[in-house]
Each structure stands twice: as structure tokens, then as C-alpha cells.
Nanobody
Framework: QVQLVESGGGLVQPEGSLRLSCAAS????????MGWFRQAPGKERELVAAIRWRVGFTYYGASVKGRFTISRDNAKNTVYLQMDNLKPEDTAAYYC????????????????WGQGTQVTVSS
């Protein structure tokens, strides 16, 4: 059974940095896509970044490209989201998700989800 647990959220000032972690268990994950989503109150869920385990191919949403970095540690079965130059509009609940599919954009194919971790960017 695949399980995902996020951690690392919190309160940070604008232009600050934060690193989120997603600990995965129940693999193997060699054929999986791992994604970070976020959802702010009253807004639709948004794909922030994604990575493929086998080759490390990455995707970033336009709003975070150049500021966020997704990475993985295969030995620890952990995916990270390094967030730099944070802005108030980055405030949201962030979720880690996993799925066995060919496209990172196929949101409905992300079959497994973590519980979420809150990120709040404010002065």
C-alpha cells in the first residue's frame, strides 16, 4: 500500500525559503510520477511541480518556475520541494501525490495523496 507523508510547512516571510518533504512508502516507485500540488481557499487545485523517478524529468508550473525546485532521494524514498523567493500568493495547503502514468498532466491518474502541509507567506 502506497503511503505519502508531507512535512516542512510553516509560516515564512516574503522572499524567504522553505523546503517541503514527502516521505513515500509501499513502493517500488520506478514507474511512478511524483507531484506537488497546492490549493488555496476558494481556488482550484494546482500542479506546482512533478518528477519521474526513473529519469528525474521535471515539470514546473509557470507561476513557480525559477523559484521552486523539485528533487528526489531514491535511497530515502523522499521527494523534496525547495521553495525560494516565496511570495504571499504562494500561501496554500501543499500536497504530495503519486501515480503510475505517462503524463504528469493527467491529474486524475494521481492515485495516492498525502495529508497536506500548510505554507503561509506573510510579513
Amino acid at each position: 500500500q502506497v503511503q505519502l507523508v508531507e512535512s516542512g510547512g510553516g509560516l515564512v516571510q516574503p522572499e524567504g525559503s522553505l523546503r517541503l518533504s514527502c516521505a513515500a512508502s509501499g513502493g517500488p516507485f520506478s514507474d511512478y510520477v511524483m507531484g506537488w500540488f497546492r490549493q488555496a481557499p476558494g481556488k482550484e487545485r494546482e500542479l506546482v511541480a512533478a518528477i519521474r523517478w526513473r529519469v528525474g524529468f521535471t515539470y514546473y508550473g509557470a507561476s513557480v518556475k525559477g523559484r521552486f525546485t523539485i528533487s528526489r532521494d531514491n535511497a530515502k524514498n523522499t521527494v523534496y520541494l525547495q521553495m525560494d523567493n516565496l511570495k504571499p500568493e504562494d500561501t496554500a495547503a501543499y500536497y504530495c501525490a503519486a501515480g503510475a502514468m505517462t503524463s504528469v498532466f493527467d491529474v486524475k491518474k494521481y492515485a495516492y495523496w498525502g495529508q497536506g502541509t500548510q505554507v503561509t507567506v506573510s510579513s
